[in-house]
T-cell receptor, first 118, second 112 residues
Framework: DVKVTQSSRYLVKRTGEKVFLECVQD?????MFWYRQDPGLGLRLIYF???????EKGDIPEGYSVSREKKERFSLILESASTNQTSMYLC?????????????????FGPGTRLTVL | QKEVEQNSGPLSVPEGAIASLNCTYS??????FFWYRQYSGKSPELIMF????GDKEDGRFTAQLNKASQYVSLLIRDSQPSDSATYLC????????????FGTGTSLTVIP
């Protein structure tokens, strides 16, 4: 089974702090993603990476950065946390694909980190 | 226009009934379609995917795809209280690499 783990289930930080959220997957997936999920807004893509040291901005990258130094690990960094970054953060991983197939063409999610910024 | 649209619900059905969840998408270049289930406080888990027009059945779940109408649906037969969750529709396009586009989800409650 695919396993995606995230460093914390719950996190409380203060405004202005630098926050690191870490995600690790054990399936040798090329692609990794960071989303935030808020009531009424659904899942919004922050950043994604399709290879080591590669990153692409998603829909809402402002206030965030990412790091992918190793294939299995994708970190989300909040440079200076603000209260409007209070949210559920979800990491996902998946393979590259050139045609649809059952076992490769999807995303698998980690358990999520509920971040509260005070 | 949103990439993927779903009715937010809530949708309530009695136990044993068929629950029908609907999703529309805006880009005709969309190629792959997914349904995720998300229990409250948990992360999404994949339950169905479909690539070709028509129906695809997996146990009590049937996904239906109509590319001409840009419409995908999920039917849950013999609904159980354990099916109560939010169902997310997701779409993938060939021309945006590996990015998924998610709907905001439909909340389903199965009443015992």
């Amino acid at each position: 089974d695919v396993k995606v783990t995230q460093s914390s289930r719950y996190l409380v930080k203060r405004t202005g702090e630098k926050v690191f959220l870490e995600c690790v997957q054990d399936m040798d997936h090329e692609n990794m993603f960071w989303y935030r999920q808020d009531p009424g807004l659904g899942l919004r893509l922050i950043y994604f990476s399709y290879d080591v040291k590669m990153k692409e901005k998603g829909d809402i990258p402002e206030g965030y950065s990412v790091s992918r130094e190793k294939k299995e690990r994708f970190s989300l960094i909040l440079e200076s946390a603000s209260t409007n970054q209070t949210s559920m953060y979800l990491c996902a991983s998946g393979t590259q694909w050139d045609r649809p197939s059952r076992n490769t063409d999807t995303q698998y999610f980690g358990p999520g980190t509920r971040l509260t910024v005070l | 226009q949103k990439e993927v649209e779903q009715n937010s619900g809530p949708l309530s059905v009695p136990e044993g009934a068929i629950a029908s969840l609907n999703c529309t998408y805006s880009d005709r270049g969309s190629q792959s379609f997914f349904w995720y289930r998300q229990y409250s406080g948990k992360s999404p888990e994949l339950i169905m995917f479909i690539y070709s027009n028509g129906d695809k059945e997996d146990g009590r779940f049937t996904a239906q795809l109509n590319k001409a109408s840009q419409y995908v649906s999920l039917l849950i037969r013999d609904s159980q209280p354990s099916d109560s969750a939010t169902y997310l529709c997701a779409v993938k396009r060939w021309n945006t690499g590996n990015q998924f586009y998610f709907g905001t989800g439909t909340s389903l409650t199965v009443i015992p």
